[in-house]
């Protein structure tokens, strides 16, 4: 599934695994390790999120609404791991996953 994203998917899922990782105020360092394992197998470039530091969740929500059912199911599961990856599922990290799911249909 991986190689069949291109980047602006990549970009986003990265930036909302990036909110859901920051949702509950912590960084874990199993977060942490799992984001630093999704920017490397994405191949990404800090240099391509110069002008995403910026975007809301509403914004980078309605390019995810976009996504092809096929890359939604990819990129939930992601979102589920980064979620429960410190052991404790945040009812903020819960609540953007919750939203997402509103537009995987």
């Given at each position: 599934m991986i190689n069949q994203?291109?980047?602006?998917e990549k970009r986003v899922i990265?930036?909302?695994?990036?909110?859901?990782m920051k949702a509950d105020n912590i960084l874990n360092?199993?977060?942490i390790q799992l984001l630093d394992s999704v920017f490397e197998e994405f191949q990404l470039e800090i240099s391509e999120f110069d002008h995403?530091?910026?975007l809301s969740f509403d914004e980078l929500y309605?390019?995810?609404c976009s996504f092809s059912i096929e890359t939604k199911e990819?990129?939930?599961r992601l979102f589920k791991r980064m979620a429960e990856c410190d052991g404790y599922v945040d009812p903020r990290e819960f609540a953007l996953i919750q939203?997402?799911?509103q537009c995987s249909h």
């Amino acid at each position: 599934m991986i190689n069949q994203l291109n980047i602006a998917e990549k970009r986003v899922i990265f930036c909302i695994l990036s909110q859901i990782m920051k949702a509950d105020n912590i960084l874990n360092p199993a977060e942490i390790q799992l984001l630093d394992s999704v920017f490397e197998e994405f191949q990404l470039e800090i240099s391509e999120f110069d002008h995403m530091d910026d975007l809301s969740f509403d914004e980078l929500y309605k390019e995810y609404c976009s996504f092809s059912i096929e890359t939604k199911e990819y990129a939930n599961r992601l979102f589920k791991r980064m979620a429960e990856c410190d052991g404790y599922v945040d009812p903020r990290e819960f609540a953007l996953i919750q939203k997402l799911a509103q537009c995987s249909h």
